[in-house]
């Protein structure tokens, strides 16, 4: 899995600019073995994010971008979407969401739900079905989710790590990204397009896995 984002990223920003993240010699192996670059980060980082402003120390870049293992089916296209989307907005952190499909369950609390205002400015994330609502004549017509896919600069990640902590949105929902609202960041959502699915639990590795063979990725 880890290997198959490694190849969809390069496809989208260059092998040479392509890192895996991890704290796990066997992780380290299986990368190099399949020829992609690996850093080796402390084993007490408190959230992707967390590694990823460590992994700062080791790479220098203009911009950073997260794109999290557990996506075998990203498009990298999205990935680019991200990027362009950064930077145009230098002073703010960019993350993906794309439409729930017909088959994913909005109250699903593996997915995290977006609810973003009319511009795409995040406005929270949860792993409850939001937006709600009082009135069924007033449900949501569709539900959006978070794709993995976040572009940050070296200031940003800083500013996150140094906070020392999971804020208490971030702890509550289990989503890392609400850290940067509790310490005044704004975050810009990119609509890209659907069809990519996560490994959030072991029972998702069938479903994933059949998809991909649908789509001739394997």
Not at 115 to 120: I, L, P, Q, S
Not at 137 to 161: G, M, S
Request: glycine fraction near 6%.
């Amino acid at each position: 899995m880890v290997a198959h984002v490694a190849r969809l990223t390069a496809e989208a920003v260059g092998q040479e600019h392509t890192y895996v993240l991890t704290d796990d010699a066997r992780i380290r192996s299986v990368v190099e073995e399949f020829g992609y670059q690996a850093l080796m980060t402390s084993s007490d980082a408190l959230t992707g994010t967390d590694r990823l402003a460590e992994a700062t120390e080791q790479v220098e870049a203009d911009l950073y971008v997260n794109v999290q293992g557990d996506e075998p089916m990203l498009n990298p296209a999205s990935i680019r979407q991200v990027i362009e989307t950064k930077r145009r907005m230098p002073n703010l952190v960019a993350n993906a969401m794309t439409q729930l499909g017909p088959d994913e369950d909005p109250h699903n609390v593996n997915i995290p739900k977006v609810v973003a205002n009319e511009e795409g400015r995040m406005l929270y994330m949860s792993r409850r079905a939001v937006p709600g609502f009082k009135d069924e004549r007033n449900a949501p017509e569709a539900y959006w989710k978070q794709v993995c896919i976040y572009a940050f600069t070296r200031y940003e990640l800083c500013a996150f790590a140094t906070f020392g902590r999971k804020s208490v949105l971030e702890r509550s929902e289990d989503i890392e990204i609400l850290r940067f609202l509790e310490i005044g960041v704004g975050i810009q959502m990119v609509k890209v397009a659907g069809g990519s699915l996560a490994v959030d639990v072991p029972s998702d590795v069938v479903v994933v896995e059949r998809a991909m063979k649908e789509r001739g990725l394997v």
